[in-house]
């Protein structure tokens, strides 16, 4: 009787089973209303330099706002949504455990270790920084986290930490939001002003009462700063941008975050990590845990040291539907725990040199990445053990109380200001300071030279811009961008499967030494062009979600919104997965072989319902994908497997080339051809998934597709409007047409890839002056650009030793409480 219930609840499921694309369909108006679509009259709006101030009451009007853009990277898509009547029937939503909160500080910056004030610039992490995010990952994971959905703010220095940290959880595939409120504080003009120089010209008292002021703002940046951050794309979707902030500006901005999106993934029981900077992730934690403006101020937080809380639901509270739950190992006032001892990792990398000399088999290289996290893990503790107790750090551990004293012992004090006069330098919080509302400070000439002083030391006039700006990146764009938006296809760089000729499918492989050479090469290539990227979809394969992030990295444009999707991966090849394609070939004959690896309907042999190629086996599938149906069969069979009733979706166990496209097509015509209509887009994909877009786009025939090659890491040019594939010049290309496509292969089929461009079909053909159309399959560079050479596998991005940088001016923003919310 009870395996007869069984089937019968099973049979009744079986009317759960959606077709397969049915719920992209459904969410595909609100997640293209989700997407920031940039008009040519929006990027005309956002060229102009944007300036604002600060409004009376400003930390108290953000719900007021009106709704904006949101930033999407497609977690809405097929994840979040579920079945309402069923959640209402079952109580399930109600009825699960909060997920927890994990809290980490961005590693150390070139910036924080030599004690700079940075604010909204963008320097790079430091090697110690990247260890320290290593290291945080492990805790993580022997402490048994996982991470389902992550937060981060729009700069490099965060950004790399999130990638960072998942790539050693193995979770790069999972959605990551990256939004200006969790930008660190904006510190006006004193961004990138030493701080000890600072005290030694004005006075440590000054300094330390910007440092210090929970309602203090630092002198203002004006819009000549080299430092501006208005005149940064990655910002163009700000109406204001801040040119100071106080920490309770900062702390204030980031509650919006929580309360539209973090609050909610809590409470449907997803582990949240938030990675951003000591005092955003400080606004979170006040609220968190109710701490007050004094004891906030004290409350510090190391680099790469997760924070994490645990909460229950407080169903009669007025305030939040989550309580804390105090840890055993808390330290007052708060009620999380960090995983770490507090700097306990720095003092050991300090003496990482002569201490790894007493360690054997430190640099231990495992098989399995989780293996080889937890000996890494393992080593940095003996590493930690015999540094022995940590020592007073001189580095700034986010407490407003950490000076770096010892670096000011030979300071002058040339002012004897009273401390709150210091603290406002004539520039009082409007509507927040009791000191400044009475009006006891005032404006003098002397702090105003002070302030036109710090400006002048970072003028435009004075120091080059470390970036581009919007109107010069429109200038440097070249004839490509002329011809509307892009759509750029990249096939990721090789793998070691690549180089042996081994079934890959949907095995999750990393990119080998030259296949990540391949995307770094491909992102010098599109910046080179001019080509700003709006918006990034890959799948959710590591060695694809690598070569975005590499071509990202390359166009220093991390903040760019990334949207990864299991439709977008491999075609799966059943159980030839993980077989060489040379031993097929010689056991089943060439003729099969073909059929098997190019073949439009046919498909390999089916992989076993248990076999660990089959995703229903693997948990990041099983878990996450929500978006495909029941299947009645697995159900059962994993139910008498489990004991009890499980469902389980209908995964595929192979793949044709036409069943690869059957959710790729649908995927690209309803999620990424709306958002292409007026926006750059690139798409990192693999083989067949490509393979089967341009069948769609080039218009191929079935008989000849298996004919096309796709080259690793190259960047191929869709033109929407022109309806034709080109390619990017990099002054190795031979100038003669016939001749130029030879250089790489595309196959036997060639001339369906790089088709003329139709005048009957497109009216943005491009004409040649004596009137002909220009068929040259190849975006050509200017003769005196050809002779730099651009795919090298060296760096052109100094970066690290002149750091990105900027500010901004946050008065009384227009912005929606979750405005601005892209992803990695």
């Not at 096939?491 to 050479?517: C, M, Q, S, Y």
């Not at 056991?587 to 073909?594: C, D, M, N, S, Y």
């Not at 002779?787 to 900027?806: D, V």
Request: with cysteine; aromatic share 8%; hydrophobic share 35%.
């Amino acid at each position: 009787m009870k395996m007869l219930r069984i089937l019968f609840l099973l049979g009744s499921c079986s009317a759960l089973v959606v077709p397969q694309f049915s719920k992209v369909s459904l969410v595909r108006k609100e997640y293209v209303a989700s997407r920031i679509i940039m008009t040519s009259e929006t990027k005309k709006k956002h060229r102009k330099l944007r300036v604002g101030g600060f409004s009376k009451g400003f930390s108290k009007v953000w719900k007021k706002e009106p709704s904006s853009i949101i930033e999407d990277d497609g977690y809405n898509v097929g994840i979040k949504k579920g079945w309402p009547l069923w959640d209402r029937l079952t109580n399930r939503k109600s009825s699960k455990q909060p997920g927890a909160l994990i809290l980490v500080r961005h590693g150390e910056s070139v910036w924080n270790s030599n004690s700079t004030f940075t604010g909204w610039a963008d320097p790079d992490l430091s090697p110690n920084g990247e260890r320290e995010n290593e290291h945080a990952a492990r805790l993580l994971l022997a402490a048994g986290y996982q991470v389902d959905v992550a937060y981060t703010s729009r700069l490099k220095r965060a950004i790399r930490s999130t990638w960072i940290i998942l790539r050693e959880l193995g979770q790069v595939y999972r959605p990551v939001f990256k939004s200006w409120r969790l930008n660190e504080r904006c510190y006006g003009a004193l961004t990138g002003l030493s701080k000890p120089g600072l005290a030694l010209e004005l006075g440590e008292f000054r300094v330390q009462a910007w440092r210090h002021g929970l309602r203090d703002r630092p002198p203002p940046m004006h819009e000549n700063h080299s430092m501006w951050p208005g005149r940064q794309r990655r910002y163009a979707d700000l109406p204001k941008i801040p040119t100071t902030e106080s920490l309770l500006d900062t702390m204030y901005r980031t509650l919006p975050l929580w309360e539209t999106r973090i609050e909610k993934d809590l409470l449907d029981g997803n582990n949240v990590m938030v990675v951003a900077h000591a005092n955003s992730l400080r606004g979170l934690i006040k609220y968190v845990d109710s701490i007050s403006d004094d004891d906030i101020v004290d409350v510090s937080i190391p680099n790469g040291c997760p924070l994490v809380y645990k909460f229950e639901r407080s169903e009669n509270s007025k305030t939040s539907a989550l309580r804390p739950i105090i840890s055993p190992n808390a330290i007052g006032p708060l009620s999380g725990e960090f995983l770490e001892k507090k700097g306990a990792l720095r003092a050991a990398l300090a003496r990482e040199s002569e201490l790894a000399l007493h360690i054997p088999g430190y640099d231990i290289a495992d098989a399995s990445p989780a293996l080889r996290s937890l000996a890494k893990l393992e080593l940095d503790r003996r590493l930690i053990d015999l540094a022995g107790e940590p020592v007073a750090s001189l580095d700034d551990d986010g407490s407003l109380n950490s000076f770096p004293k010892a670096k000011l012992q030979d300071v002058e004090n040339r002012t004897n200001f009273n401390i709150q006069d210091a603290m406002y330098m004539g520039f009082p919080a409007s509507g927040v300071s009791p000191v400044a509302s009475t009006g006891a400070i005032k404006p003098s000439t002397k702090k105003n030279k002070i302030v036109n002083l710090l400006n002048k030391q970072t003028s435009v006039s004075s120091t080059p811009s470390p970036f581009r700006s919007i109107e010069e990146e429109e200038e440097a764009r070249s004839m490509v961008d002329d011809k509307g938006p892009l759509i750029i296809i990249i096939r990721h760089g090789k793998t070691t499967a690549n180089i042996l000729g081994i079934f890959t499918g949907w095995e999750d492989v990393p990119l080998a030494a030259e296949g990540r050479k391949e995307a770094i090469a491909a992102g010098k290539l599109l910046r080179r062009h001019g080509i700003d990227i709006d918006v990034v979809y890959t799948s959710w394969l590591s060695r694809a979600i690598e070569t975005a992030w590499l071509v990202l990295t390359e166009m220093d444009s991390l903040w760019i919104p990334l949207v990864k999707s299991w439709r977008l991966n491999e075609r799966h090849y059943g159980s030839l997965t993980g077989l060489s394609k040379k031993m097929i070939a010689q056991i089943h004959g060439e003729a099969q072989f073909k059929l098997w690896r190019r073949g439009y309907t046919q498909r390999p042999p089916r992989v076993s319902s248990f076999s660990n190629h089959y995703p229903g086996n693997d948990d990041k599938y099983v878990k996450y994908v929500k978006d495909i149906g029941f299947s009645l069969r697995e159900s059962v069979a994993r139910s008498l497997a489990d004991g009890r009733i499980t469902f389980a979706r209908d995964f595929c166990k192979c793949e044709s080339l036409k069943d690869c496209m059957d959710r790729t097509i649908p995927f690209y015509t309803q999620v990424i051809a709306p958002v292409a209509q007026n926006q750059n887009v690139l798409i990192a994909s693999s083989e067949n998934a490509i393979r089967g877009m341009l069948m769609h786009l080039c218009e191929i025939p079935e008989d000849r597709i298996s004919e096309v090659e796709i080259p690793t890491g190259l960047p191929l040019v869709y033109l929407p409007r022109m309806k034709c594939l080109r390619l990017l010049d990099d002054g190795q290309y031979d100038p003669d047409p016939a001749k130029a496509l030879e250089r790489y292969n595309f196959g036997t089929a060639v001339e369906l890839l790089f088709q003329p461009c139709d005048p009957e079909k497109s009216e943005f053909c491009d004409i040649n002056p004596d009137g002909s159309i220009n068929n040259d399959p190849i975006f050509r560079l200017a003769p005196e650009e050809k002779k730099q050479k651009i795919y090298s596998t060296s760096s052109t991005n100094n970066e690290k030793s002149s750091p990105s940088l900027q500010q901004s001016d946050l008065a009384d923003l227009q912005h929606s409480p979750d405005a601005a919310v892209p992803m990695i």
